[in-house]
C-alpha cells in the first residue's frame, strides 16, 4: 500500500512490463504516468546536493558536506483534470510528522 497522499497508478504497460522487466522504456511509462500527489495530500521529499569533485586545492579545503534536507510538502483542494491540463499546483511546506 503507498504511504498516506500518494496514489499507485495501474500501468497501462502491465503486461508487457513483467514479461519484459529490463526494458527501461516501461519504467519511464510508470514513471510519467503514476500521480505523486493526491488534492489535500502530503509528500515527503528529500533535497540533496550534488556537486563535481573538488578540482584544486582550494576547493579541497572549502569542501565541506551538506546534509541532505527533507520537507513535507501539502497540497491544496484540486482538480486532477486541471493538472493535467498543463494546469501548476502550488504546495506549501508543513511541520513533518
Known amino acids: 500500500m503507498p504511504p498516506k497522499g500518494l496514489m499507485s497508478v495501474p500501468s497501462a504497460s502491465g503486461h508487457c ?3 519484459f522487466p529490463d526494458l527501461p522504456e516501461f519504467a519511464e511509462l510508470d514513471a510519467y504516468e503514476a ?3 493526491n488534492p489535500k495530500g502530503k509528500v515527503e521529499v528529500t533535497l540533496k546536493l550534488v556537486s563535481p569533485p573538488p578540482g584544486g586545492w582550494l576547493d ?3 569542501d565541506a558536506p551538506v546534509q541532505p534536507i527533507t ?3 501539502q ?4 482538480d486532477p483534470r486541471n493538472v493535467g491540463a498543463g494546469e501548476l499546483v502550488r504546495v506549501r511546506s508543513v511541520a513533518g510528522t
Do not use: E, G, Q
Open 17 to 19: 512490463a513483467r514479461k
Open 35 to 37: 500521480r505523486v500527489l
Open 60 to 62: 579541497r579545503m572549502l
Open 71 to 73: 520537507l513535507t510538502l
Open 75 to 78: 497540497a491544496p483542494d484540486f
